[in-house]
C-alpha cells in the first residue's frame, strides 16, 4: 500500500495542466469518484464548481510562484471546513485536504470572545429576537447619556432615536441586524454620523454579531470612529498637498506651501523647514509659519553640530521631544518651546514642529508629518531632476558655442602662428635672396612659438571641459595660490604686489583655481609683451626719420592683488569707464581682485572681451579672459573686468567661501 493511502488526510496529485495524476482513499472518498474516472482528467472539467473557489486562484499561484499555498475551504454537503495546502514541482502539484471543522469553530468562539473583550471600551448592546435591547453597558450609557434603566426591553430603535442619526441612516442599522439574524452575513458594519450626549457632532461604527445566549441573539458594539475619520481626511488631504508640491519645481517654494498647508491641516502653527546648503555645510531656515515668526522674530541658522536639530538629520529618524526640560544638548536652553518634533526630509534637511507646551504630540502626529516629509522629499528630489535636466540643457547650448569658438580659434590662431613661420621664410630668401629652402628661425624663436602653440592647447583643454566639473572644493590659502600662479605664468614673480590687510582661505577646486589664476596672469603678461612690442616698433619707425633714442620702452608692468568684501581699505575703483558682467550687491560680495599696470587693454569692456573668437589683431596667443570667466562661472563666481586710468582691473566676486584668517 503507498504510503499516502495510508494518512488519514485527503490527497491528490495534478500535473502542470491541473490533470489528475494520483488519488489516495481519503481523496475518492472526498470527491465521491474513483481513481479510474479521474486520473488523467482535468480538476476543471470534472469539477466545475470549484471554479467559483479558492482553488483556481490558489492552485496558479503555486505554480506561478513555485512555493507552497494554503487557504481554508468550506464543503457545504458535508458541513466540514478543510485546510487546502499546494506544493508545487516541477512536474505539478501535491495537494492534502485537511479536516480543521474543530479548529475553525474553536476559531469562531474566540472571535467571539476576544470581540466582547474588545467592545469593553466601546458602547455594547444585545437584543433578543423582538429587537428588544437585553442588556447595555456602562460605555452605552455614556454614550447616549442615558441610565441603563431607560434603555433595557425598549426596542433597537431608542439607539437612532436618542443618538440623532439620520432616518435613512437608522434603516441602514436596521438592515444591518436583519442580515446577521437571519445568517446572511455572520457580520455586518454600519458607519453613520450621530450626536454624543454632549451634543458634539461624531462619527460611530455600529458593528453586528450573532451571539449564543439563551436571552440575546445578537450583540451590537458601537465605536465612536471620529479621529480616525479625521485621520483619513488629513492623510487624503496630504495626497492633494502632494500634488501641489510636485507642480513646482522651486526648492523654497515646494518648503513654503508644505509648512504652511501642513500648519493649518496638522494644527502646527510653530513649525519650520531648513535646508542643507551643500557649499556651506550648514542648515539654512527657508520657510516658516507665522506662528514661528511671531514667537521668535525668525528662524535660526544651525551649523554643525549645533542643537538636536543635527543629531536627527544625520541619524535620518523623526524623533518626537515631549519633554525639552528633560534633554540635553538644547540650541536654546531658555526657548518656550517645551515639545517638538523633528522630521528629515531625506538628504535635503528637516521639518521641525514645536510647542508651548509639553506632551503636545502623539504618535499620530509622528506619522502624520512623517508622511507630510515624504512628500516634501519627493518634490525636492524631482525639483533636483528638473534643474539638473535644465542645467544640462543649458551646458550642451554652452558646450556647443564653446567648441564653434574653439574651432574659430584653433582656425586662426594657429594659422597666425603657421603666418609668422611663412613671414620669417620670405624675410630670409628676401634678404639672401637665396630661394633654396633653409629653416631661418633661431631656436628661441622656435621654442617661444612651439611655447605658445603648446599653451593654446592647454587652454583650448580647460575651456572644452564641462563648465560644471568643479572637484572637491577644498580649503585654499588665497596668498600661496597666487604666488604659485604667478610662478607657473609668463608674469615675471616680481611684479607681483600683494595688498593684503588680512590673510584669507576659500574653497574651491585647486587644480582649477590655479588654472585661473594662471591664465589671468599670462594674458597680463601677454598685454604686457604686446604694448612693449608696440612701443619698439613705433620707436624703430620713428628712428628712419630722425635720431631720437630707439631704446624707449612702456614702464615695467606691476600686478596688485587685494581682497573685496574684508579689507576697508581697499583701493578705490579710479574712473571706471565700463562694467563686465556686473550685478545688484556686487560691491558687498567677497572676491579678490587683479590691478595690473600693462598699457595693453582688453581690445572692448563688453561681452566681446569674453568671446574667443574676437579677432582684434593683437595677436595674442591662447583663450585669456574666456578661459578665466568659464572657470569662474563653474564655481558659481562672477568675473568682471573694468577700465582703470593706469591699466585694467578685473575682479572675482560672489566667492561665498572666502573668509579672513
Same mark, same amino acid.
Given at each position: 500500500?503507498?504510503?499516502?493511502?495510508?494518512?488519514?488526510?485527503?490527497?491528490?496529485?495534478?500535473?502542470?495542466?491541473?490533470?489528475?495524476?494520483?488519488?489516495?482513499?481519503?481523496?475518492?472518498?472526498?470527491?465521491?469518484?474513483?481513481?479510474?474516472?479521474?486520473?488523467?482528467?482535468?480538476?476543471?472539467?470534472?469539477?466545475?464548481?470549484?471554479?467559483?473557489?479558492?482553488?483556481?486562484?490558489?492552485?496558479?499561484?503555486?505554480?506561478?510562484?513555485?512555493?507552497?499555498?494554503?487557504?481554508?475551504?468550506?464543503?457545504?454537503?458535508?458541513?466540514?471546513?478543510?485546510?487546502?495546502?499546494?506544493?508545487?514541482?516541477?512536474?505539478?502539484?501535491?495537494?492534502?485536504?485537511?479536516?480543521?471543522?474543530?479548529?475553525?469553530?474553536?476559531?469562531?468562539?474566540?472571535?467571539?470572545?476576544?470581540?466582547?473583550?474588545?467592545?469593553?471600551?466601546?458602547?455594547?448592546?444585545?437584543?433578543?429576537?423582538?429587537?428588544?435591547?437585553?442588556?447595555?453597558?456602562?460605555?452605552?450609557?455614556?454614550?447616549?447619556?442615558?441610565?441603563?434603566?431607560?434603555?433595557?426591553?425598549?426596542?433597537?430603535?431608542?439607539?437612532?432615536?436618542?443618538?440623532?442619526?439620520?432616518?435613512?441612516?437608522?434603516?441602514?442599522?436596521?438592515?444591518?441586524?436583519?442580515?446577521?439574524?437571519?445568517?446572511?452575513?455572520?457580520?455586518?458594519?454600519?458607519?453613520?454620523?450621530?450626536?454624543?450626549?454632549?451634543?458634539?457632532?461624531?462619527?460611530?461604527?455600529?458593528?453586528?454579531?450573532?451571539?449564543?445566549?439563551?436571552?440575546?441573539?445578537?450583540?451590537?458594539?458601537?465605536?465612536?470612529?471620529?479621529?480616525?475619520?479625521?485621520?483619513?481626511?488629513?492623510?487624503?488631504?496630504?495626497?492633494?498637498?502632494?500634488?501641489?508640491?510636485?507642480?513646482?519645481?522651486?526648492?523654497?517654494?515646494?518648503?513654503?506651501?508644505?509648512?504652511?498647508?501642513?500648519?493649518?491641516?496638522?494644527?502646527?502653527?510653530?513649525?519650520?523647514?531648513?535646508?542643507?546648503?551643500?557649499?556651506?555645510?550648514?542648515?539654512?531656515?527657508?520657510?516658516?509659519?507665522?506662528?514661528?515668526?511671531?514667537?521668535?522674530?525668525?528662524?535660526?541658522?544651525?551649523?554643525?553640530?549645533?542643537?538636536?536639530?543635527?543629531?536627527?538629520?544625520?541619524?535620518?529618524?523623526?524623533?518626537?521631544?515631549?519633554?525639552?526640560?528633560?534633554?540635553?544638548?538644547?540650541?536654546?536652553?531658555?526657548?518656550?518651546?517645551?515639545?517638538?518634533?523633528?522630521?528629515?526630509?531625506?538628504?535635503?534637511?528637516?521639518?521641525?514642529?514645536?510647542?508651548?507646551?509639553?506632551?503636545?504630540?502623539?504618535?499620530?502626529?509622528?506619522?502624520?508629518?512623517?508622511?507630510?516629509?515624504?512628500?516634501?522629499?519627493?518634490?525636492?528630489?524631482?525639483?533636483?531632476?528638473?534643474?539638473?535636466?535644465?542645467?544640462?540643457?543649458?551646458?550642451?547650448?554652452?558646450?556647443?558655442?564653446?567648441?564653434?569658438?574653439?574651432?574659430?580659434?584653433?582656425?586662426?590662431?594657429?594659422?597666425?602662428?603657421?603666418?609668422?613661420?611663412?613671414?620669417?621664410?620670405?624675410?630670409?630668401?628676401?634678404?639672401?635672396?637665396?630661394?633654396?629652402?633653409?629653416?631661418?628661425?633661431?631656436?628661441?624663436?622656435?621654442?617661444?612659438?612651439?611655447?605658445?602653440?603648446?599653451?593654446?592647447?592647454?587652454?583650448?583643454?580647460?575651456?572644452?571641459?564641462?563648465?560644471?566639473?568643479?572637484?572637491?572644493?577644498?580649503?585654499?590659502?588665497?596668498?600661496?595660490?597666487?604666488? %604659485? !600662479?604667478?610662478?607657473?605664468?609668463? *608674469?615675471? +614673480?616680481? $611684479?607681483? =604686489?600683494?595688498?593684503?590687510?588680512? /590673510?584669507? &582661505?576659500?574653497?574651491? %577646486? !585647486?587644480?582649477?583655481?590655479?588654472? *585661473?589664476? +594662471?591664465? $589671468?596672469? =599670462?594674458?597680463?603678461?601677454?598685454? /604686457?609683451? &604686446?604694448?612693449?612690442?608696440?612701443?619698439?616698433?613705433?620707436?624703430?619707425?620713428?628712428?628712419?626719420?630722425?635720431?631720437?633714442?630707439?631704446?624707449?620702452?612702456?614702464?615695467?608692468?606691476?600686478?596688485?592683488?587685494?581682497?573685496?568684501?574684508?579689507?576697508?581699505?581697499?583701493?578705490?575703483?579710479?574712473?571706471?569707464?565700463?562694467?563686465?558682467?556686473?550685478?545688484?550687491?556686487?560691491?558687498?560680495?567677497?572676491?579678490?581682485?587683479?590691478?595690473?599696470?600693462?598699457?595693453?587693454?582688453?581690445?572692448?569692456?563688453?561681452?566681446?572681451?569674453?568671446?574667443?573668437?574676437?579677432?582684434?589683431?593683437?595677436?595674442?596667443?591662447?583663450?585669456?579672459?574666456?578661459?578665466?570667466?568659464?572657470?569662474?562661472?563653474?564655481?558659481?563666481?562672477?568675473?568682471?573686468?573694468?577700465?582703470?586710468?593706469?591699466?585694467?582691473?578685473?575682479?572675482?566676486?560672489?566667492?561665498?567661501?572666502?573668509?579672513?584668517?
Amino acid at each position: 500500500m503507498p504510503v499516502v493511502d495510508r494518512i488519514t488526510d485527503a490527497f491528490f496529485a495534478l500535473d502542470t495542466d491541473f490533470r489528475f495524476t494520483y488519488l489516495n482513499d481519503r481523496a475518492e472518498t472526498l470527491l465521491e469518484r474513483s481513481r479510474a474516472d479521474l486520473i488523467g482528467r482535468v480538476m476543471w472539467d470534472e469539477f466545475p464548481q470549484t471554479v467559483e473557489t479558492q482553488f483556481p486562484d490558489g492552485f496558479h499561484r503555486a505554480m506561478d510562484t513555485q512555493t507552497p499555498v494554503s487557504f481554508d475551504i468550506y464543503h457545504a454537503r458535508l458541513e466540514t471546513w478543510f485546510e487546502a495546502t499546494a506544493y508545487p514541482s516541477e512536474t505539478g502539484l501535491s495537494v492534502y485536504m485537511r479536516d480543521v471543522t474543530e479548529r475553525k469553530q474553536q476559531e469562531r468562539t474566540l472571535a467571539q470572545h476576544a470581540a466582547a473583550v474588545e467592545a469593553i471600551s466601546d458602547g455594547v448592546v444585545t437584543l433578543n429576537g423582538d429587537r428588544e435591547i437585553v442588556s447595555v453597558n456602562e460605555a452605552m450609557e455614556r454614550f447616549l447619556g442615558v441610565d441603563r434603566a431607560d434603555l433595557l426591553g425598549e426596542h433597537v430603535e431608542i439607539i437612532p432615536e436618542r443618538a440623532a442619526i439620520d432616518a435613512d441612516d437608522a434603516v441602514e442599522i436596521g438592515r444591518a441586524i436583519t442580515d446577521v439574524d437571519i445568517g446572511t452575513a455572520e457580520t455586518r458594519r454600519v458607519e453613520v454620523p450621530f450626536t454624543d450626549a454632549s451634543g458634539a457632532d461624531r462619527v460611530g461604527e455600529f458593528r453586528f454579531v450573532p451571539v449564543e445566549d439563551t436571552r440575546a441573539t445578537i450583540a451590537g458594539i458601537v465605536r465612536d470612529v471620529t479621529d480616525q475619520h479625521e485621520y483619513e481626511r488629513v492623510a487624503a488631504s496630504l495626497h492633494e498637498i502632494t500634488r501641489w508640491l510636485l507642480e513646482s519645481d522651486d526648492p523654497e517654494e515646494i518648503c513654503s506651501i508644505a509648512v504652511h498647508a501642513g500648519s493649518d491641516l496638522l494644527d502646527l502653527p510653530i513649525s519650520g523647514v531648513w535646508l542643507l546648503d551643500d557649499e556651506q555645510g550648514y542648515l539654512d531656515p527657508v520657510a516658516g509659519t507665522a506662528g514661528a515668526y511671531e514667537e521668535f522674530g525668525g528662524l535660526p541658522r544651525f551649523t554643525p553640530p549645533e542643537g538636536l536639530i543635527w543629531d536627527v538629520f544625520e541619524s535620518g529618524s523623526v524623533e518626537r521631544f515631549d519633554d525639552l526640560s528633560t534633554v540635553d544638548g538644547l540650541y536654546n536652553p531658555d526657548s518656550p518651546i517645551r515639545s517638538e518634533i523633528i522630521a528629515p526630509i531625506g538628504t535635503h534637511g528637516v521639518l521641525m514642529t514645536g510647542s508651548l507646551e509639553a506632551d503636545r504630540f502623539d504618535d499620530t502626529d509622528v506619522e502624520l508629518l512623517s508622511t507630510l516629509v515624504e512628500n516634501i522629499r519627493a518634490a525636492l528630489d524631482r525639483a533636483d531632476r528638473e534643474q539638473l535636466l535644465r542645467d544640462r540643457t543649458t551646458e550642451l547650448e554652452r558646450q556647443t558655442e564653446r567648441l564653434e569658438g574653439i574651432a574659430e580659434v584653433l582656425s586662426t590662431d594657429l594659422k597666425r602662428q603657421l603666418d609668422a613661420v611663412a613671414d620669417a621664410l620670405a624675410d630670409e630668401r628676401a634678404r639672401t635672396g637665396n630661394d633654396s629652402w633653409e629653416f631661418p628661425l633661431a631656436e628661441d624663436s622656435v621654442t617661444t612659438m612651439l611655447d605658445r602653440t603648446e599653451r593654446l592647447v592647454d587652454d583650448v583643454r580647460e575651456f572644452a571641459r564641462n563648465a560644471t566639473a568643479v572637484g572637491p572644493r577644498n580649503r585654499i590659502l588665497l596668498e600661496r595660490a597666487i604666488r %604659485d !600662479a604667478a610662478a607657473n605664468s609668463r *608674469l615675471d +614673480e616680481s $611684479a607681483l =604686489d600683494l595688498d593684503f590687510e588680512h /590673510a584669507a &582661505a576659500l574653497r574651491a %577646486d !585647486a587644480e582649477r583655481f590655479g588654472h *585661473l589664476l +594662471e591664465t $589671468a596672469f =599670462d594674458d597680463i603678461a601677454a598685454r /604686457a609683451q &604686446a604694448s612693449e612690442s608696440e612701443g619698439a616698433s613705433e620707436t624703430r619707425d620713428e628712428a628712419r626719420v630722425s635720431s631720437e633714442d630707439t631704446n624707449e620702452r612702456s614702464p615695467p608692468v606691476r600686478v596688485s592683488v587685494g581682497l573685496l568684501g574684508i579689507d576697508d581699505d581697499q583701493p578705490a575703483h579710479e574712473e571706471t569707464q565700463a562694467v563686465i558682467g556686473t550685478e545688484t550687491g556686487r560691491e558687498q560680495s567677497r572676491g579678490f581682485y587683479l590691478l595690473d599696470t600693462a598699457a595693453k587693454r582688453p581690445a572692448t569692456l563688453d561681452e566681446r572681451a569674453f568671446d574667443p573668437t574676437d579677432d582684434d589683431g593683437t595677436g595674442m596667443d591662447g583663450l585669456g579672459l574666456t578661459l578665466v570667466r568659464a572657470i569662474a562661472d563653474a564655481h558659481d563666481w562672477t568675473l568682471s573686468v573694468d577700465d582703470a586710468t593706469n591699466g585694467t582691473r578685473i575682479e572675482v566676486r560672489d566667492i561665498t567661501t572666502l573668509e579672513p584668517l
